[in-house]
């Protein structure tokens, strides 16, 4: 678990440094799209860690209870950040991390964005058939019939907007994204 082992107390100390310096910049960055600072903390130090770990490990290196690192592997793993994987002579879950920061990027967004239109396409979709229904029950009522296709109009392209989210969404799951904007290599 420890990469730094054998190295002098000065040279530890400065790398560790440089490091504690980025883990603190992933996990104000995560931060920024929702996800705890310590979680953020926990995958920047999985991110230098030298191969697979155990959450026992991930509870003394931080200082964070078992409980806590428990939710946190979670959570990083159900935004496809971490993996599970198999360790010969263990018992114990393993978990390393995804390195690649454009899938996360990708994943983390898909699985949000997805949610989030779901939800907003249902709520639309409903709104727009009581409108519908609402303008033949007051076909007679200019004011009213006016007021609801004017509704009607906004929440169509409200409905445009997330079809266009999802296209966005499935360039980001299939990879056609970095077809557009290419990863620097």
């Given at each position: 678990?420890?990469?730094?082992?054998?190295?002098?107390?000065?040279?530890?100390?400065?790398?560790?440094?440089?490091?504690?310096?980025?883990?603190?910049?992933?996990?104000?960055?995560?931060?920024?799209?929702?996800?705890?600072?310590?979680?953020?903390?926990?995958?920047?130090?999985?991110?230098?860690?030298?191969?697979?770990?155990?959450?026992?490990?991930l509870s003394r290196t931080m200082g964070m209870s078992k409980t806590s690192m428990s939710t946190g592997v979670r959570t990083l793993l159900d935004l496809k950040?971490?993996?599970?994987?198999?360790?010969?002579?263990?018992?114990?879950?393993?978990?390393?991390?995804?390195?690649?920061?454009?899938?996360?990027?990708?994943?983390?967004?898909?699985?949000?964005?997805?949610?989030?239109?779901?939800?907003?396409?249902?709520?639309?979709?409903?709104?727009?058939?009581?409108?519908?229904?609402?303008?033949?029950?007051?076909?007679?009522?200019?004011?009213?019939?006016?007021?609801?296709?004017?509704?009607?109009?906004?929440?169509?392209?409200?409905?445009?907007?997330?079809?266009?989210?999802?296209?966005?969404?499935?360039?980001?799951?299939?990879?056609?994204?970095?077809?557009?904007?290419?990863?620097?290599?």
């Amino acid at each position: 678990m420890n990469d730094l082992e054998g190295l002098e107390p000065e040279q530890i100390n400065r790398i560790s440094k440089a490091r504690e310096r980025v883990i603190d910049s992933i996990g104000k960055n995560m931060d920024l799209y929702g996800i705890t600072l310590s979680i953020g903390h926990l995958y920047g130090y999985m991110y230098f860690n030298e191969g697979p770990v155990t959450l026992d490990e991930l509870s003394r290196t931080m200082g964070m209870s078992k409980t806590s690192m428990s939710t946190g592997v979670r959570t990083l793993l159900d935004l496809k950040m971490i993996d599970k994987v198999w360790g010969k002579g263990t018992r114990k879950d393993l978990f390393e991390v995804v390195p690649d920061w454009h899938q996360n990027f990708s994943d983390y967004f898909s699985i949000k964005w997805r949610k989030a239109v779901e939800g907003n396409m249902i709520a639309l979709t409903k709104s727009l058939t009581e409108i519908r229904d609402m303008q033949a029950e007051y076909a007679e009522n200019a004011e009213i019939l006016r007021l609801l296709l004017n509704d009607e109009e906004k929440i169509m392209e409200a409905i445009k907007y997330y079809r266009w989210l999802l296209k966005l969404i499935e360039a980001l799951e299939t990879g056609k994204i970095f077809e557009l904007i290419p990863k620097e290599t």
